[in-house]
């Protein structure tokens, strides 16, 4: 019952720039045109007989399971630790720093996708984002900045999303 993801461009034109149908949304230019070794669907623009993966141009190319990956990223902007994502779904941590990685090269789409399908905040879309930006300091180096572990109150950085007046 996975409903198609309407808000992504995927496969919506030709990725052709020679082509005349280039960037042109619903020119009926499309076919399917059988499934990568993936599993996932490609395309054939009929004007200039260019085949694509109509994941092309989405924060989904190249990604095996675009619903693994929603789910992640959902369970990531819920703070689920890469460890609890791993018992969960199976997914490694590398590859959900990917997916991350990809997410954060789309944001609108990512929002748009987690907002609708997973019901994902918009405090918790800022926690996911957040976590990028924390993903740097790869597992390595261990600072223990000594912080209590219930948090002490104040220094958080990014707590304020624009904009959200709250009562
Ligand atoms: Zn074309």
Redesign the pocket.
């Known amino acids: 019952m996975s409903q198609p993801l309407e808000v992504v461009p995927a496969g919506s034109f ?1 990725w ?1 720039e020679q ?4 960037g042109v949304v619903a020119a009926g ?1 499309l076919r399917r045109y059988g499934k990568t070794p993936g599993g996932v669907q490609r395309l054939q ?6 085949v694509f993966a109509a994941t092309l141009g989405t924060p989904f190319y190249g990604i095996r399971n675009p619903d693994k990956m929603l789910l992640v990223l959902s369970l990531l902007a819920e703070r689920v630790s890469l460890r609890g994502i791993h018992r969960m779904t199976r997914v490694k941590p590398d590859t959900t720093l990917v997916y991350l990685e990809r997410a954060a090269a789309h944001v609108q789409i990512i929002e748009a996708l987690l907002q609708r399908s997973y019901q994902v905040t918009r405090v918790q879309l800022d926690a996911l984002w957040a976590f990028v930006g924390h993903k740097g300091e790869k597992g390595g180096t261990s600072k223990k900045r000594s912080a209590a572990p219930s948090g002490a109150p104040g220094q958080s950085t990014w707590t304020h999303g624009c904009g959200s007046a709250a009562p």
């Open positions: 030709c052709n082509c005349p149908d280039y230019n623009c009929k004007r200039c007989r260019k």
